[in-house]
């Protein structure tokens, strides 16, 4: 079984939707990450979380949240969903001894039109 | 703000010969770099790190940091087909439990 598992792997939505992206890992770590990549613009970090109560914004932050429900469960939401959300989205983890290993889920790819 | 720059390719090389990938970074203060593979349609994975000026081998591949040049590579000897990916160069971020990633460097090896 994979560690990092992300929920949906394919999504479609229309302008104005909730849509919440879900991310579960069995790698004990405490560190989690949300990131978005598109085209020509590499990895991109929306938040990252250091565990149940610690949540952090990252570098594009504006028009989502999360949710860190357990130290195995992190949740990304876009309340509002626009055009440019799409995008290649994926969760990540991490040692705290170690934080430049990540290691990645398989992405979501969402499409908003 | 940190950033670490990667021309984005693609590069093609012959199967058997070398690659050269090259990144570069802002931050003169940073001391360590890594460097994530991603196939097509697949999620990042790490390769290889280096955390002190010079190079660092590890089977095919060789990392090389300068420092003084700010600059990073990546070289991948007797390039085989399965080496075609794209190559992300990663840095320490403006917290010790971020890292930032290149847009990444598209690599092609051709039969």
């Known amino acids: 079984d994979a560690d990092v598992t992300q929920t949906p792997r394919n999504r479609i939505t229309k302008t104005g939707k909730r849509i919440m992206l879900e991310c579960s890992q069995t790698?004990?770590?405490?560190?989690m990450y949300w990131y978005r990549q598109d085209p020509g613009l590499g990895l991109r970090l929306i938040y990252y979380?250091?565990?149940?109560?610690?949540?952090n914004k990252g570098e594009i932050s504006d028009g989502y949240s999360v949710s860190r429900q357990a130290q195995a469960k992190f949740s990304l939401s876009l309340e509002s969903a626009i055009p440019n959300q799409t995008a290649l989205y994926f969760c990540?983890?991490?040692?705290?001894?170690?934080?430049?290993?990540?290691?990645f889920g398989p992405g979501t790819r969402l499409t908003v039109l | 703000q940190k950033e670490v720059e990667q021309n984005s390719g693609p590069l093609s090389v012959p199967e058997g010969a070398i690659a050269s990938l090259n990144c570069t970074y802002s931050?003169?203060?940073?001391?360590?770099f890594f460097w994530y593979r991603q196939y097509s349609g697949k999620s990042p994975e790490l390769i290889m790190s280096?955390?002190?000026?010079g190079d660092k081998e590890d089977g095919r591949f060789t990392a090389q940091l300068n420092k003084a040049s700010q600059y990073v590579s990546l070289l991948i000897r007797d390039s085989q087909p399965s080496d075609s990916a794209t190559y992300l160069c990663?840095?320490?971020?403006?917290?010790?439990?971020?890292?930032?990633f290149g847009s990444g460097t598209r690599l092609s090896i051709r039969p």
């Open positions: 990540a983890t991490s040692d705290p001894r170690e934080v430049s290993e990540q290691f």
């Open positions: 790698k004990g770590h405490d560190r």
């Open positions: 979380s250091f565990d149940v109560k610690d949540i």
């Open positions: 931050d003169r203060g940073s001391q360590s």
């Open positions: 280096i955390y002190s000026n």
């Open positions: 990663a840095g320490p971020g403006s917290s010790a439990s971020k890292i930032i």
